[in-house]
């Protein structure tokens, strides 16, 4: 009996990071509670995503394959997922933590009368349920959580449990599935898609550097004339952030911003990392021209090495830093790009 | 057109918190409305003043949760209610939604309700699909522009935040809204507003008020406790040119063999 359910959170056919790092979370507990790891794929033209979750280590997949699931849509999605949740009685369903995989979770919860564990860090078996970890107040607190009904649903937060190695040889069974919602019915549209930016996401990236108000603050650049102040501001700290976004790139790295440099206006919102903005744990953090504010620390402390770069040697930012660099970020930032350009190979 | 928007009052996020006897403890800090809600009392309003409606804020909570809800009606809600019950105390996503649905129902005539994306004290960003699911509203989270509402034809339309960028969905009304931060800058509480919020008399209901009784979490949560502290050794790299800085911080970096 298959008791461990994953949905696989996918976006035109291509899964988010994290749908495979919760298959791998299933076969651990899947081991502690004995049966196999489900793995829900719903969408158009998805079936290549089912073999892909064999070679990451489901057992079986339920595959939903239809017009109506194209666009991702909370009422169709819930639906199904409820419906077959109820006729199988499924253990539990892991959920990546994306904006689809928490506000689904969230859904059937309601249709299933069950709980949801959001945004967990780490989950471990007692007295055969689950027991979770999640962090509260942007992780200056930890709570442990238990779901007191069934389906335990839970969201797992990117890059807290590791996805298996791919092994292509693996395979298993495919159950088709029909949507239970149709068109008609179903009382929302998309009617277009906006790309975001290109680059590697905040929430899956290994390496971030990140930027602050400090970035914005070279005396020897001069703004292009006919600026006011906020504009030659502004225009001060994009010639900052190229130079971040160059390391980024070397790094592979994501970009990310304090509060204090999108509400500036140097970056869009979505690049914000902290209590208001993302909560990240990437491998390296560097923070360039950050102080490090209360708010900005709750957003990153559990990077595993945090790397400061700080005009200011009493910024509160040092205390968290593995290593640390009193200087200017101008020509320290570009020094180090070239540094790990002859070392990276690139 | 009659807009909710539901507000938490919660510790400021420059709090420190540190868990006492298992539980969250921010020693004076002040509470105050969750900051995400700001944008959803903003965005409540905006669409109040395009389209002639009035704003009603909701809070469920203790007495102190009238602060959030003043601070609502200093912005320009007009009315606000308390949701109030000593039953009350042991609350997961599911029930805080329940009793949201139930006042928004008893509200009467609601076109749209609004939420933030999440509460920073127990971070769990459910609430707003649950309540859209428990009212049967199309669940519209997320939201970073509303690009227009036909009061008419009784239709919606935004744009979504999503890991891809932005998603155009339209949608029926009545909907409930969850509003992200790229919506713009709420407004300050005006001098006027402030007057008149400091006079308001705020309604309290009770859960037989909104006909709800036994009322329980699916979620319990056993402990909260610090997380662990972690034991840094602060390395400063000091001396010579930005380019022998860089070369040192660049091979200590490579030695952690993370990259």
């Not at chain 2, 009304?173 to 800058?185: T, W």
Request: glycine share 8%.
């Amino acid at each position: 009996m298959n008791k461990i359910w994953v949905y696989i959170d996918q976006f035109k056919g291509t899964a988010l990071p994290t749908s495979w790092e919760a298959v791998g979370a299933a076969k651990t507990l899947a081991g502690e509670l004995g049966g196999g790891v489900t793995a829900l794929v719903f969408g158009k033209g998805v079936e290549p995503l089912a073999a892909e979750a064999f070679h990451y280590g489901a057992d079986e997949v339920l595959l939903a394959d239809d017009p109506t699931l194209d666009d991702y849509r909370p009422e169709p999605f819930t639906a199904l997922l409820a419906k077959l949740a109820g006729e199988s009685a499924p253990e539990v369903v892991l959920f990546p933590t994306t904006s689809r995989g928490r506000e689904l979770a969230a859904m059937a919860a309601i249709d299933l009368n069950t709980g949801v564990l959001p945004d967990v860090t780490a989950l471990e078996v007692k007295d055969g349920a689950l027991l979770a970890t999640r962090p509260i107040y942007a992780g200056k607190l930890l709570s442990k959580v238990t779901c007191l009904t069934r389906p335990q649903l839970v969201t797992l937060r990117g890059r807290a449990f590791a996805k298996l190695p791919l092994d292509t040889s693996r395979s298993g069974t495919i159950t088709r599935v029909s949507p239970v919602m149709a068109e008609a019915d179903i009382p929302s549209k998309v009617e277009a898609y906006a790309a975001g930016e290109a680059g590697v996401s905040l929430s899956d990236a290994s390496v971030i550097v990140s930027g602050g108000r400090g970035v914005s603050n070279n005396p020897s650049l001069t703004p292009p004339p006919g600026l006011d102040e906020k504009k030659a501001e502004i225009w001060k700290a994009q010639q900052g952030f190229k130079l971040i976004e160059d390391l980024a790139q070397v790094l592979h790295a994501a970009v990310g911003a304090s509060r204090a440099a999108v509400d500036a206006g140097y970056l869009p919102y979505s690049h914000q990392v902290g209590q208001t903005g993302k909560v990240v744990s990437p491998d390296l953090y560097i923070a360039c021209g950050i102080s490090g504010a209360i708010q900005h620390q709750a957003g990153m402390r559990t990077s595993k090495v945090i790397v400061a770069i700080n005009r200011d040697p009493e910024a509160p930012i040092f205390k968290l830093a593995r290593y640390g660099v009193v200087g200017d970020l101008y020509a320290v930032i570009p020094a180090l790009t070239e540094a790990f350009r002859k070392r990276l190979g690139k | 057109m009659k807009i909710a928007v539901c507000v938490k009052q919660v510790p400021d996020s420059a709090a420190k918190l540190t868990a006492v006897d298992g539980k969250a403890n921010w020693g004076d800090s002040p509470l105050v409305i969750n900051p995400w809600d700001e944008y959803a009392v903003e965005a409540a309003l905006q669409q109040a003043e395009t389209h002639n409606g009035s704003v009603i804020a909701v809070s469920i909570g203790s007495e102190n949760s009238k602060e959030a809800l003043k601070h609502a009606l200093a912005m320009g809600c007009s009315d606000a209610i308390l949701i109030s019950d000593e039953t009350l105390t042991q609350m997961d996503s599911q029930v805080t939604s329940r009793v949201l649905a139930a006042a928004i129902k008893k509200m009467g005539d609601v076109d749209m309700a609004i939420l933030g994306r999440q509460a920073i004290d127990t971070d769990t960003g459910l609430a707003a699909a649950q309540t859209a699911r428990l009212l049967g509203w199309p669940a519209l989270t997320l939201v970073a522009v509303i690009t227009s509402i036909d009061p008419g034809a009784r239709t919606i339309l935004v744009q979504r935040s999503a890991e891809e960028g932005r998603q155009t969905v339209g949608a029926r009304l009545p909907a409930v809204l969850s509003i992200v931060k790229d919506f713009g800058e709420p407004r300050y509480p005006s001098f006027m507003g402030i007057r008149k919020a400091s006079r308001a008399v705020i309604p309290v209901w009770s859960l037989t008020d909104l006909g709800l009784s036994g009322l329980k979490p699916n979620i319990s949560w056993p402990e909260i406790f610090n997380p662990p502290q972690r034991q840094i050794t602060t390395e400063m790299i000091t001396g010579g040119s930005p380019q022998e800085i860089a070369e040192s911080l660049a091979d200590k970096i490579m030695a952690e063999k993370i990259l």
